[in-house]
């Protein structure tokens, strides 16, 4: 089922559905978050400089620009898509605020996006850094 995230705040700021997306007040960052099958939060960014930029020879698609992260307790990691979760028209996460679903958490703030799983691991995104931990 899909709502959109102010509809799902406003009910709890964790989600019992298994799937929301979302973008930052400047659209520069998307993500989505899935439970049940995929578990995972991903994130496609349309402006940075790549602090990532050395594709990896098994990567045939988009490398440097999309972030990935599983619950499986290791860190974010950059991924190679042939895809994007971005959907301009969905729900914004505004600075300050915090979307929950499935054990991972993203927060939207000025200075970028962080995400993280259970194990406290995740990515950090702004337009001029991008960081794995």
């Known amino acids: 089922m899909f709502r ?7 009910a709890s700021p964790a989600f019992a559905d298994d ?4 973008h930052t ?9 899935s439970t049940g099958d995929w578990n ?9 400089t790549p602090s990532f930029p050395d594709q990896p020879a098994w990567c045939e698609f988009d490398w440097g620009s999309s972030f990935a992260l599983d619950l499986d307790g290791l860190k974010g990691e950059v991924a190679c898509v042939s895809d994007t979760v971005a959907d301009p028209t ?7 605020e915090r979307v929950t679903l499935g054990g991972f958490t993203c927060h939207s703030e000025k200075t970028g996006l ?3 799983n259970p ?4 990515f950090t995104l702004s337009k001029a ?3 794995l931990f």
Do not use: K, W
Request: neutral net charge; contains cysteine.
């Open 114 to 116: 962080t995400c993280t």
């Open 90 to 96: 969905g729900p914004v996460l505004g600075y300050g």
């Open 19 to 22: 799937f929301v997306q979302f």
């Open 4 to 10: 959109t995230l102010a509809l799902l705040m406003l």
């Open 25 to 33: 007040p400047s659209a520069n960052i998307h993500c989505a978050i």
């Open 119 to 122: 194990a406290g691991h995740g």
């Open 40 to 48: 995972n939060v991903r994130c496609d960014m349309f402006e940075l």
């Open 129 to 131: 850094r991008q960081t």
